[in-house]
């Protein structure tokens, strides 16, 4: 599956268009390394660093989905691997 279909179909990109200009930035790595075409092809097991605003996510792709569905199927086709979980020794005390 090429990256620009992908970035659509798990919901990093609102249009096929916006993935595509994602792209050609140069700014997203597929397994460490910097792409810049769209035709690039994703496979599971491939690990993607994506920046999205002012955050960069790396996610692990489970699956490719076989279509643009609802978020939670999106999510379903891969694991964030960057994901911050609070540090319960630093909780607020009252």
């Known amino acids: 599956m090429r990256i620009d279909k992908l970035l659509w179909y798990l919901r990093f990109a ?3 268009a916006l993935a595509q200009a994602l ?3 140069g700014h997203i790595r597929l397994n460490g390394r910097r792409i810049e075409r769209c035709t690039a092809r994703i496979t599971p097991g ?3 660093t994506l ?3 002012e955050n960069v996510r790396v996610i692990a792709l489970l699956a490719l989905p076989d279509r643009r569905g609802p978020p939670t199927e999106a999510q379903s086709c891969y694991r964030v691997l960057d994901e911050v979980r609070a540090n319960p020794i630093a909780a607020d005390i009252d």
């Open 14 to 16: 609102k249009s096929r």
């Open 23 to 25: 792209v050609g930035e």
């Open 46 to 48: 491939d690990v993607l």
């Open 51 to 53: 920046p999205l605003g």
